[in-house]
């Protein structure tokens, strides 16, 4: 596409429209992808006290797969060519296979407020490897807002005086190795949306996820690591409701914002994760934070307020 100023006079603010209502929809969609893993990771957080990790890790992803082949058959977006299947199928494997096979047992072993917490520092992963992997080095605005949300999350994180984050340090580490995971898969989908739709890259890659959770399932079975349950009717709906919510919804739109930001940039907004996270904990969980929690929650939705600011002068 053309620069706007190559246009003619009467299709130039048109053309800026459109660019701009791109940038909106974008952001709209990574803040949405930021609430349904944040509030799906209290969910999730609830249920596992009574399903396994990895058996509800396999119904979530089921859920979440079928929810997002019945939208492909639906609505028939572009879909992925030979060459490109190969590292789709790759990417499948790091997010949702590798990624939440650490951080949901992970999450078993810590609270649901720490898990996203930790989550949110994925930024920062996404920002290095963009730039090792892509050449991607972020701008002076952009590096500064980074460092003002990361200072949000260390806030939350650390100030654990009211007990926010009562978790095993093994549980933290578990989810801090799938978040790292997770930034990894980031950076791989951004060089392929541009030969295949969001719809359809996300039907495939949480397909290749399936396989690899079902085989991290049965293993953990046969070893006796974990013991399958029979879990009621009302336990299943909401394990597959989780999951469309956390994988099939949330994937969806993150990968729609990254057709119209970079990863640096669309990596800032999960910095919203804890927020969302913490709001559910508190609503849903019972769980109490203090006024320093809330101060680090406010600088990191400051901090994205100022990147959408950059943004738009940027247009």
Not at 12 to 27: E, M, Q
Not at 60 to 81: E, I, K, N, T, Y
Request: glycine share 12%; proline share 5%.
């Amino acid at each position: 596409m053309s620069e706007p100023s190559s246009l003619p006079a009467t299709q130039a603010p048109h053309a800026l429209r459109i660019a701009r209502g791109r940038l909106w929809l974008a952001t709209g969609a990574v803040i949405a992808s930021a609430a349904c893993w944040g509030l799906a990771t209290v969910a999730t957080k609830g249920l596992l006290e009574t399903i396994p990790a990895f058996q509800l890790l396999a119904l979530q992803l089921g859920g979440s797969v079928a929810f997002l082949w019945l939208c492909v058959g639906l609505l028939r977006p572009a879909g992925a060519g030979r060459e490109e299947m190969p590292a789709i199928l790759a990417s499948g494997l790091l997010e949702p296979g590798l990624a939440y096979g650490l951080a949901v047992p992970g999450l078993a072993l810590t609270s649901a407020a720490n898990a996203t917490v930790i989550g949110a520092a994925e930024p920062a992963f996404i920002c290095a490897l963009a730039w090792l992997l892509l050449g991607l080095r972020p701008g002076r605005g952009v590096a500064v807002v980074l460092g003002l949300a990361i200072s949000g999350v260390l806030m939350v994180t650390l100030s654990d005086a009211e007990g926010l984050g009562q978790g095993r340090l093994s549980g933290d580490g578990l989810v801090g190795m799938g978040t790292a995971v997770a930034a990894l898969y980031v950076v791989m989908s951004s060089r392929l949306l541009s030969a295949t739709a969001p719809l359809s890259l996300a039907a495939l890659q949480q397909t290749a996820g399936l396989g690899c959770v079902l085989c991290l399932f049965a293993c953990t079975w046969a070893l006796g690591y974990e013991h399958p349950v029979a879990p009621s009717w009302p336990l299943l709906l909401a394990a597959g409701a989780t999951g469309v919510i956390q994988y099939a919804l949330a994937v969806w739109f993150y990968l729609l914002g990254l057709r119209f930001l970079t990863p640096a940039v669309a990596g800032l907004y999960l910095a919203l994760i804890p927020v969302f996270g913490m709001a559910g904990a508190v609503l849903v969980l019972g769980e109490v934070i203090g006024p320093i929690q809330v101060a680090g929650a406010a600088i990191v939705i400051a901090a994205i307020g100022w990147l959408g600011l950059l943004q738009r002068s940027s247009q």
